[in-house]
């Protein structure tokens, strides 16, 4: 008896042809990188400044200008978009992708700036634990940006915005944990209330990088 040819032959042959036919865009995969690489030293001088407060190193200035040059590589995937013909994706994906990193090292400098404001003069191993969470899914989210452009591997890819979606849900449980803790024990009100600002925007943090995975999950099923 013989048997039919695979099915999945042809459509594989057909990925290939449209990987190889599709616009290479060089430049945006460029700023793609240079902005997933903004976020990853973003979390991490976050995480620094999360292991003294006091910021003897000024850590907070640092995650202001790295958030500036931040803002710096949407523009300048704006003005590339633009002027492009042939994108290496939709217009809206390439746009969506870089404005949901954007919002990661937004929300860093906003996390940076709060403890600053806040006059918070400790915090808790759960703050940390939550910084470091954000900053590993963004080291992920980095490694599966990096990948993008010859798209070798869809399934490395979304292997990587799995694990940056499990990251999330982890960081949920350590949120829900810190402020069961922080309720029971905090005798100072006001230190209550920093501290659950502090915590809030630090577990958004995880949740802005399963976006940018959400994101990229929609390109690699699209154009993997």
């Known amino acids: 008896m013989q048997l039919a040819p695979d099915s999945r032959e042809p459509r594989g042959l057909m990925r290939l042809l449209r990987r190889a036919l599709r616009p290479r865009g060089r430049r945006f995969f460029v700023l793609f990188n240079r902005h997933a690489e ?6 991490r001088a976050l995480t620094q400044l999360l292991a003294n407060v006091k910021d003897p190193d000024g850590r907070v200035r640092d995650i202001e200008a790295i958030e500036k040059r931040g803002d710096g590589v949407v523009d300048e995937v704006r003005s590339t978009l633009e002027r492009a013909l042939f994108p290496p994706f939709g217009r809206v994906l390439v746009f969506e992708l870089v404005n949901g990193m954007d919002d990661v090292l937004d929300l860093t400098e906003d996390a940076a700036q709060s403890l600053h404001l806040y006059h918070i003069t400790h ?5 940390v634990r939550l910084a470091e969470l954000a900053l590993d899914s963004a080291l992920k989210l980095q490694t599966a940006i990096a990948a993008l452009e010859r798209m070798v591997s869809p399934r ?8 940056v979606d499990a990251i999330e849900a982890q960081a949920d449980h350590v949120m829900r944990a810190a402020m069961s803790k922080l309720f029971r024990e905090e005798p100072d009100a006001r230190q209550l209330v920093k501290l659950k600002a502090i915590y809030e925007v630090l577990e958004s943090l995880t949740d802005k990088c399963k976006d940018v995975a959400n994101e990229l999950e929609s390109i690699v ?4």
């Open 38 to 43: 903004l976020c990853v030293a973003g979390l």
């Open 123 to 127: 915090v808790t191993a759960d703050a």
């Open 156 to 163: 490395a890819i979304l292997a990587l915005c799995a694990e």
């Open 221 to 224: 099923l699209k154009y993997g």
